[in-house]
């Protein structure tokens, strides 16, 4: 079975594409941080910076409709969590009620949330996942922590793939009767086979000689282009949020 | 000559199940063995007894060479392929070898192009065929230049042709070979010595055409059925 879930797009050939992952990766961050670090979002500064990623969406080629899909897959994540926002309890209050105060910072939530999804999506949409990786590792992340990443990502393929597999037989045999006893007989035999799978895994790199840290060949090197391409992109973001 | 590796009393306990029971053999340097057997026989947990990769009782000995010169292809490649991509895997080994970065890169080109995947260095494992997979699994062991390369089942589940390609790459490994399989045709192919296991033992190893000429015994070890698989019920039914 074939799927792509995450970098589907990664392999496209476009200017964005194209950059140094470091400076693909910092300037993503370094977004992300401005926005959610903001004293106050208005509608005037959400579409700009709408408009700006925009362009950069259009740029990298990457279907406008994926953006969509996605960021609808992760909007009842962020309404959930604006939700307390919403229902914010006024010191002068009893109980949860709908107000002005409620309802404007559930809508910066929701324009923050929404600019930064995008900016992650633009992301793993415009560059390889170990491409990604290789830059946390020169970046000094935890090589621990940057192990379990490649492992998920490596392997996330193989779980839905055994998921949609085992739903298969499932089904075949259920006679119409496919209930939550079936889901939880199906997740707990994953799990086994997940655990079983993790120790063969193990055992294979020790084979190949593993003692602890995953050793990669680093190739991309962040150069003086870099630097002068993100301080323009810092400058721009700084004048859309004073315009 | 003396035996690269020497095997003395092997006994490999899973629980309370015995998998191997006082196995002894021994195997000559650039010797290439067929390791054949049933479902369930044991040469799996042979072969990860022999890289000393699990508990076992009895000894292995080796003779001028390490664990560390010993390279396995396990039979599931998507245990073998851990890392994003082929470039990756295949340098794994060399890495942790403490190659540089020169080293690694050519021991990386070299592999590839044994099994004949030059230009594969940025593809992702998940999205190779079974095939190439089982290829690029050989790769990450040939990259190291073990002195031993112990595989365990390299052809199954793999077209006719796939299968083929893989057996000319096992005849190109300079070395000593320890191939495990129920691939008999494989196996005639490839070595000399064939070692037959069943339930954990050693029943038969000796001379490769004398072994697979002996049909009584690979039927007694489910290594050949009783009738021809041609003759099971086509139009008798």
């Known amino acids: 079975m074939k799927h792509h879930f995450i970098d589907r797009y990664s392999g496209l050939n476009s200017l964005i594409h194209r950059q140094n992952t470091k400076l693909k990766l910092l300037i993503a961050i370094g977004f992300i941080v401005f926005v959610i670090s903001l004293p106050r979002i208005d509608i005037q500064d959400f579409v700009l910076f709408q408009i700006f990623l925009l362009v950069l969406i259009l740029l990298s080629k990457v279907p406008v409709m994926h953006f969509v899909k996605n960021y609808l897959v992760l909007l009842p994540f962020i309404l959930l969590a604006g939700l307390s926002t919403l229902l914010s309890v006024p010191r002068t209050a009893y109980r949860p009620i709908l107000n002005g105060t409620g309802l404007h910072s559930f809508l910066a939530l929701l324009a923050r949330s929404t600019l930064s999804v995008e900016t992650i999506i633009l992301l793993v949409s415009t560059t390889r996942f170990d491409d990604i990786l290789k830059a946390l590792r020169d970046f000094r992340v935890p090589s621990l922590l940057v192990s379990i990443l490649s492992f998920i990502y490596r392997y996330i393929f193989l779980i839905v793939d055994e998921f949609l597999r085992t739903r298969i037989a499932a089904v075949t045999r259920s006679n119409g009767r496919f209930g939550p006893r079936t889901w939880a007989q199906m997740a707990s035999n994953i799990l086994l086979r997940s655990i079983e799978r993790g120790e063969m895994i193990y055992i294979s790199m020790k084979a190949r000689g593993f003692h602890g840290e995953v050793k990669t060949l680093r190739e991309e090197v962040f150069g003086a282009k870099e630097w002068f391409i993100m301080a323009a992109f810092a400058a721009t973001i700084w004048l859309l949020w004073k315009i | ?237």
């Open chain 2, 1 to 237: 000559m003396e035996n690269l590796i020497e095997v003395t009393d092997l006994v490999v306990e899973y629980d309370d199940r015995r998998v191997l029971d006082a196995i002894s053999f021994g195997v000559k340097a650039n010797e290439m063995v067929g390791l054949i057997g049933p479902n369930g026989a044991g040469k799996t947990t042979l072969l990860m007894a022999l890289r000393k990769l699990i508990k076992f009782d009895g000894s292995i000995s080796y003779n001028g060479i390490s664990e560390a010169d010993i390279g396995i292809v396990f039979q599931n490649p998507d245990i073998q392929l851990f890392m994003p991509t082929v470039f990756d895997d295949v340098a794994f080994g060399p890495m942790n070898q403490g190659l540089n970065a020169s080293e690694v890169q050519r021991r990386v080109e070299e592999a590839l192009a044994r099994v004949g995947l030059s230009g594969f260095e940025r593809r992702q494992p998940h999205h190779l065929s079974e095939g190439e997979k089982k290829k690029v699994a050989i790769a990450t062991v040939l990259s190291m230049k073990p002195s031993v390369y112990l595989l365990d089942e390299p052809t199954t589940g793999l077209d006719p042709l796939s299968r083929f390609e893989i057996g000319k790459i096992i005849c190109d490994i300079k070395g000593t070979v320890i191939v495990a399989s129920h691939d008999l045709d494989l196996v005639a192919g490839l070595v000399d010595r064939v070692i037959v296991l069943n339930g954990g033992k050693i029943v038969a190893d000796g001379y490769v055409d004398e072994i697979l000429a002996d049909k009584e015994l690979l039927v007694r070890n489910r290594l050949l059925p009783p009738d021809d698989i041609k003759s099971l019920c086509r139009s008798s039914r």
